[in-house]
Structure formats: C-alpha cells, structure tokens
C-alpha cells in the first residue's frame, strides 16, 4: 500500500536528484502480478500502488515514504525495524491508578482484582491516534489486529489498561517475540526466552546425530555444530546474558555439553576435557567476550558513545578513577542489565590493559637497569685485562 505520489514528493523533499527521481519512480509505476495456483497462473492485474516486494529498492521505497510515521513520538522513545514499530512512555504511576467502576458496567477484558490505568489520559494514545492520522494521510493502512502493547511495571498492583487504533481495542502481551528475542513482561527475567532458545537449538541435535552416524568426520560435526546450534544458543546474547540465573546459564551449557556427547560418543570423558580437545570454549565465557566486544565497537559511533559514556571527573583519585561512567541503578535487576554490565566490562578491560602496559614498562626498565649492568661489569673486565 505505497502511493507512488506521495513517495515520489519525499524523494524530492530529501534533494535526491531529478534523474535518480525518475528513475525510482520508474519502478512504483505501471506494475503488474499475476497468481499461480495448481500450475495455472493468472492473467496480468494492474496494481494501483505498492512498492516491488523481494528487491532493495523496493525496501528503500518503503523506508523513506514510512520514515516519518512516528515522528510525533520522541526519537529516544521510539524503535524501528524495516516495518516494526515501537513506541514506549515511561509512566509515573503514583496517584493515578483507579479501581473501576464495576456497578455500572461489568468489562469483559478487565480482571475486578487489577487497578485501571486510564490509557485515554496517556501520550501513548495520543501517538496511536497521530501514526493513525499519518496512515490515512499517505494513503495506507494499519492492521489492529497486528498491534499490541505490554506493560512493565515494578508496582506490586496488578495493571490493566486500553489501548485502540482507529477505535479497534488492541490486545495486551505479556510475551512477545521482538527480532526473534522473546521478552517476558516481568523485564528483567529472561525464562521465556531461555526455554525456546534451548528447546530451538536442541531440535537440531539430532542433525549431529544422523550426520554422525553416516560417517561425517569430528572435525566436520564440530563446525556444522558452531554453524547451526552454537549460533542459535548465542542469538543476541549480549542482551541477556549478563541476567541469566544460574539455572539458566546451566541449562544454556547444556546445549553445548550435549553436542559434544554426540560428536565424542565414546571418547567423551567429561566436560572440560571435551572443550579441549574440540578447541571450544564455555558458552558463558564466550558470551562474555561478546558483550566485551560489542562495548568496544559501540565506542566507534555516536549512540554507543551516548550508552557508554567516558568518565571526565577529576575529583577522584587518577589510579582508582574508572575510565566508563557506570549507571547509577536503584534496583538489582537493572544493576544486572545489559547497559551496566558492558560499562563495567570496559572499565574491567582498560584497567587490565593499564596494568598489562604497567608491567611491560617495569619489565623494560628492569631489562635496561641488566643490560646497563652487564655493560659496565664488561668495561671493568676490558680495564683489568689492559692494567694487567
């Protein structure tokens, strides 16, 4: 549902030049499909708009008619992926939380024991009604049935509240899979998304099994097993990884403890022994290294620097003083979170980088002092030998 207009004056809005226009708007124009069914295929139909699905150019036609759906919304508060949107609203919830009023009508989507927080007084609405508004505007459609909402609260009430687009109630989560990450609604624990990524990764198991039994080398099983089931016990780790319980970082080694079962068979002793000789390493320590790394490749672009922050207080002592500002968290969980945990990773690494450079110079100074040594006790032998 893309107007070919309306793209084509965005595209003139941006500074694109004329020739490029034209050729862009080539291919939002005069387009044709066809259905294929049981080996039969259709006649040709004329679409009246729509960008060409399946190729980057298409994709970038969608990009830049839909890049200002959302841009009533604050940009630290909103998130997009291709055609995914969220929007959040942290909520101040003291004093505003209401029981509803069960006499006069009873709901059907409200439990009687949840407080009632009223989603008409609430800007989330109000950016529901103004994406609606953008929608109409450029000529496409959103799908209520396709929206929905959740709720993170620390409050120890339970909440309710409705949400609408174009006066359609949308539907609240309390699980959600974003870009294949499935988020609880109690933020923080992560045993949804431990208990698909293990029962995803040890579903392919069985592949090592097979390949295992017609005769595939270790060398080959262990790289199919790095490929296809050590990568899907990785996804997005630098997430959750650092709020793990201990429970579910076993259950996560596991995986990997199982494939080497498989590929070893009877040469499988134990654990430690298996990751030495297949050259692995722990899980856990892997996805450490990764959050390690994902910190210091945010340090290259200006939103990893916003997350991560060099520290520029002088009032502290320069041998204790951390290089990274750490967050400040009122609560263990977000001490726990991603964020924090990659900050003090980089403050953990550069200290060690300092003590490693320390050492280096003590060792260098300590090598100059023997070398000057052995020099002066050669030119003392050579003016013995002259006296004698």
Request: proline fraction near 3%; include cysteine; aromatic fraction near 8%.
């Amino acid at each position: 549902r893309g107007d070919p207009t309306t793209t084509t004056a965005k595209f003139i809005n941006m500074g694109l030049r004329p020739s490029i226009v034209k050729i862009l708007s080539s291919y939002m124009t005069s387009r044709h499909m066809s259905v294929k069914f049981n080996g039969e295929e259709s006649t040709l139909i004329t679409l009246c708009g729509g960008f060409p699905a399946g190729s980057v150019i298409g994709q970038d036609c969608y990009l830049v008619a839909s890049n200002d759906a959302a841009q009533e919304v604050n940009m630290d508060d909103r998130f997009r992926y291709i055609d995914d949107l969220e929007i959040l609203e942290l909520i101040m919830m003291s004093g505003i939380l209401q029981e509803y009023d069960n006499y006069s009508y009873v709901p059907s989507d409200l439990p009687h024991d949840y407080k009632f927080l009223a989603g008409s007084t609430r800007q989330t609405q109000s950016n529901l009604d103004s994406i609606a508004s953008w929608t109409d505007l450029n000529q496409m459609k959103l799908n209520p049935q396709k929206c929905s909402y959740m709720l993170f609260s620390r409050s120890r009430e339970q909440i309710v509240t409705r949400l609408t687009v174009n006066d359609n109630k949308i539907d609240q989560k309390h699980v959600s899979k974003i870009l294949g990450c499935w988020v609880d609604e109690d933020a923080g624990k992560w045993e949804t998304n431990t208990k698909e990524l293990c029962k995803s990764a040890f579903s392919r198991i069985s592949m090592l099994t097979k390949l295992k039994y017609v005769g595939v080398s270790t060398e080959d099983l262990i790289e199919i097993y790095t490929l296809f089931i050590r990568s899907r016990a990785e996804y997005v780790s630098v997430v959750w990884h650092s709020s793990l319980t201990v429970e579910q970082t076993r259950k996560i080694e596991n995986i990997q403890k199982t494939s080497l079962k498989v590929i070893l068979g009877q040469d499988y002793i134990d654990y430690p022994t298996a990751l030495e000789w297949c050259g692995l390493t722990e899980l856990s320590v892997r996805r450490q290294n990764r959050c390690l790394a994902y910190a210091k490749t945010s340090l290259k672009y200006p939103v990893g620097q916003r997350m991560f922050p060099v520290n520029h207080q002088n009032d502290q002592n320069v041998r204790t003083r951390e290089q990274f500002k750490v967050n400040f968290a009122h609560t263990e969980g977000y001490r726990q979170s991603a964020v924090p945990y990659c900050q003090r990773l980089l403050n953990e690494d550069a200290r060690a980088r300092e003590i490693a450079a320390s050492q280096r110079t003590r060792e260098g100074e300590a090598m100059g002092r023997a070398g000057g040594a052995a020099r002066r006790g050669e030119g003392g032998a050579r003016r013995e030998e002259g006296g004698t």
